[in-house]
């Protein structure tokens, strides 16, 4: 994939920092030819016309909420940033358990309540590490006055590892809460049913198994993924999720419930039966790194870490590109009123920090369609 970079000393930079990169893993030794005819790129200026900084200064943000005109990001080490009206609060979040610090570790997925309005309620994703190990959680937060406060555990002993957290969390069209849960660097997880690790998750609001889930008594939405990060709905209800694959050969899956995405058995263009192979695919020859996503008339935008971009793509041409770049990595998007928002993820250990960063930006989708 042609990446446009703003100078050779840049791109030289930024794969020495990446050297240990998003991935973890030591290639797999794939022979395979990358002949996926659905994930074609078309080039794109690197120019960014009427582009806007919302916010900066932020530590290493992961999530983006949004209630009309108020903006909540968590940030990894531990704190909700709340930006209304151009002012930016960093809010203290009280948990049960201490945040873990460890590597892609934190406070990480964030999604307020359908009632939040009313209720002050929203619903988070984080690591912790206690006597038995590592583990993620998903809790609901009560905020008082500017402190975010732990109310109720949904989901504990989520796998975690040194990578591969997963960490988004989504309400779904269905009114039932989403989160995705990486393999935590034990990629034989992804295929058992029995472990959370390498799954789509699916429960009701109060934390409780949905009767219609597809496996019974059981979180399990779908399985088979090794690190997903990002998801999202189009209107007709076609979920769609972004996932890390191993150094390469990352996807964006059309996820229907009960099925197995293949990993660690198949990934990329590779096919096997009773397996799903991606609508999207990186190759085997480079790296998005996908994070988060969301749409807007019918295209899927993607926050892309290694692949320091915003890319949108187009299921119904099988067609994609870079709308945004040259802004280091990017963490998670968020489409609002015809404009596009994302936040750069410099300062996590892996990018190359400059001057405030990070960042919240504002972009409209009209200065992007005219690129």
């Known amino acids: 994939m042609k990446k446009i970079l703003t100078s050779y000393l840049i791109g030289i930079l930024f794969l020495i920092a990446c050297s240990a990169n998003d991935k973890q893993n030591p290639p797999s030794n794939q022979n395979s030819p ?21 916010a900066e200064n932020l530590d290493v943000p992961w999530s983006i909420e949004n209630l009309e005109d ?36 934190g406070l990480l997925g964030f999604v307020l309540a359908p009632d939040f309005s009313k209720s002050n309620l929203a619903y988070a994703y984080y690591t912790y590490e206690n006597s038995e190990g590592q583990f993620n959680r998903i809790v609901t937060l009560q ?15 989520i796998p975690s590892g040194s990578y591969h957290h997963g960490g988004r969390l989504k309400i779904g069209p269905d009114e039932k809460l989403y989160a995705t849960a990486g393999d ?25 198994v949905p009767d219609d ?16 990060q990002g ?33 660690p058995i198949i990934e990329g263009n590779e096919e096997e039966i009773g397996m799903v192979s991606p609508l999207f695919t990186s190759g085997q020859e ?22 320091n971009a915003v890319l949108e793509f187009d299921p119904e041409t099988g067609e994609y590109r870079e709308v945004v770049t040259d802004l280091g990595r990017i963490r998670d998007v968020w489409i609002e009123d015809g404009n596009l928002y994302f936040i750069s993820n410099n300062k996590d250990g892996r990018g190359i920090s400059q001057g405030n960063d990070d960042r919240l930006y504002k972009i409209s989708l009209s200065e992007l369609d005219e690129q």
């Not at 996926?36 to 080039?43: A, G, I, L, P």
């Not at 905020?143 to 002993?157: A, I, M, N, Y």
């Open 213 to 228: 889930n597809p496996f019974s008594d059981s979180y399990v939405y779908s399985y088979g993924h090794r690190n997903p």
């Open 70 to 105: 108020t903006f909540y990001l968590t940030e990894r080490p531990g704190s909700i940033v709340k930006i209304e009206e151009g002012e930016v609060e960093r809010q203290n979040v009280e948990l049960e358990q201490e945040v873990s610090t460890a590597s892609e570790a």
């Open 184 to 208: 935590a660097a034990e990629r034989e997880i992804a295929q058992e049913l029995n472990s959370l690790g390498g799954k789509i998750l699916r429960m009701n609001l109060d934390g409780s």
């Open 286 to 307: 480079s790296t998005w790194a996908p994070s988060g996503m969301d749409h807007d008339n019918g295209k899927l935008y993607v926050a892309a870490l290694r692949g």
């Open 34 to 54: 990358n002949n996926s005819q659905n994930s074609k790129e078309k080039e794109v200026s690197s120019t960014i016309e009427g582009l806007e900084v919302i």
């Open 231 to 263: 998801m999202t709905w189009l209107p007709d209800g076609t979920m769609y999720a972004s996932e890390h694959g191993d150094n390469a050969n990352d996807e964006v899956n059309v996820i229907e419930a009960g099925q197995n995405y293949g990993w």
């Open 143 to 157: 905020l008082e006055g500017d402190v975010w406060r732990e109310e109720s555990l949904l989901l504990d002993q």
